[in-house]
């Protein structure tokens, strides 16, 4: 017993977190610094990130504020420097993400498109693209992308965001089937419906009525939280899951169901 290391540590591991200045990404953030993690916090807003960076634990800890929609180049060059002084990197969780609820006859501009796309999506295969060069990941990384139920399960008005987090999860197939030979592990989760601030403008705009009809009802056990995601994104950034890869693990309290 003496030579028992626990399969789900993330002990000395450096690891990338987009979106990490609320929600499921923060939490993801705190949860691998209690496993033992060293984290790279990536959001636009550079204060919200500092609130992350005092509810972290260990050290070694990095924030990157950095917006997704800027130029490619900007954020590779943001990325390069941050391993170039950090060093490489075990893992990255693309949960960063933007949301709309617009019917498709209200879908007016190629800006409403190519928002959610470019952050929800386009950034997760350009980091991925960047993490994954020769000297910038160990061996055995593991890549997570955080998609949705509303990518395997329809929800009307949610054509744009559904179609973005349907874009990860297949892309995550791929990409462990590219990335395996050099030993990188892509998975995804397709979380519920999680309490986060992202949802609260969903419950203000439907009224708390509809919100229980419509959402929470939907949930067999109850709408989540951040640390149920979390908690598989520990599974999955682990020694624990060595074994998978090219899946996306559904967390969603029975919604898809």
């Known amino acids: 017993m003496n030579n028992f290391k626990n399969p789900f540590s993330l002990e000395d591991k450096k690891i990338l977190v987009t979106g990490a200045s ?6 993801i953030a705190i949860w ?6 060293q984290v790279a916090l990536l959001a636009r807003s ?3 990130l ?6 972290l634990e260990g050290c070694n800890h990095r924030i990157v504020p950095l917006d997704l929609l800027s130029q490619e180049y900007e954020i590779e060059e943001t990325i390069d420097n941050l391993i170039q002084e950090w060093g490489p990197l075990h893992g990255m969780v693309h949960s960063a993400g933007l949301t709309i609820t617009q019917p498709l006859n209200r879908i007016r501009t190629e800006k409403d498109y190519n928002n959610i796309f470019n952050v929800n999506y386009r950034s997760f295969l350009f980091l991925s693209q960047i993490c994954c060069k020769k000297k910038n990941h160990t061996k055995n990384a593991s890549i997570v992308a955080i998609s949705s139920i509303t990518a395997l399960k329809g929800k ?7 179609s973005s987090k349907a874009a990860l999860a297949s ?3 791929c990409l462990a089937l590219e990335y395996a030979p050099i ?5 995804s989760i397709c979380p519920g419906w999680v309490d986060t601030p992202m949802l609260k403008s969903t419950r203000e705009k439907l009224g708390e009525e509809l919100f229980e009809q419509n959402i929470v009802s939907s949930h067999p056990l109850g709408l989540g939280t951040p640390n149920d995601i979390a908690y598989a994104a520990i599974y999955l950034l682990s020694d624990a899951s060595r074994w998978v890869t090219g899946s996306s693990l559904i967390i969603d309290g029975g919604y898809s169901c």
């Open 183 to 187: 030993g990188i592990r892509f998975n």
């Open 32 to 37: 691998i610094s209690r496993m033992g993690g």
């Open 46 to 48: 550079k204060e919200k």
């Open 156 to 162: 009307s008005g949610l054509i744009l965001y559904a």
């Open 171 to 173: 892309s995550v197939r």
């Open 22 to 27: 609320s929600g499921i990404g923060q939490a």
């Open 50 to 55: 500092e609130k992350t960076f005092s509810l």
